[in-house]
């Protein structure tokens, strides 16, 4: 059973940083994405960056190219999100998402793209 469990969330200003975690075990497949997405109150849930397995290969939003980077460490079967430049419109809560045998794109980040599964959240918020 693949579990994710996502960390790192907080309170933070306006242009500060975050780093969140989003660690991964269960694995069985031989490769998968993972993504980060975000859901704020009363809005639709939104993809943010994915990478994949395979190659490292990433996609961001444009909501956040340039702000934020997405990057894992294999050995720790973890992905992290370093969010820089934060803007109040990043507070939400964020979870990240796997499928095994999946490649990162733009579909994957898909609002009505289904994923198998999902980590519990990390709130973040950006405020003065």
């Known amino acids: 059973q693949v579990q994710l469990v996502e960390s790192g969330g907080g309170l933070v200003q306006p242009g500060g940083s975050l780093r969140l975690s989003c660690a991964a075990s269960g694995f069985t497949a031989d490769y998968y994405a993972i993504g980060w997405f975000r859901q704020a109150p009363g809005k639709e849930r939104e993809g943010v960056s994915c990478?994949?397995?395979?190659?490292?290969?990433?996609y961001d939003a444009d909501s956040v190219k340039g702000r934020f980077t997405i990057s894992r460490d294999n050995a720790k079967n973890t992905v992290y999100l370093q969010m820089n430049s934060l803007k109040p419109e990043d507070t939400a809560l964020y979870y990240c998402?796997?499928?095994?045998?999946?490649?990162?794109?733009?579909?994957?980040?898909?609002?009505?793209?289904?994923?198998?599964?999902w980590g519990q959240g990390t709130q973040v918020t950006v405020s003065s």
């Open positions: 990478i994949s397995s395979r190659d490292g290969s990433t």
């Open positions: 998402a796997t499928d095994p045998g999946t490649a990162c794109n733009s579909w994957f980040l898909d609002s009505q793209y289904v994923h198998d599964y």
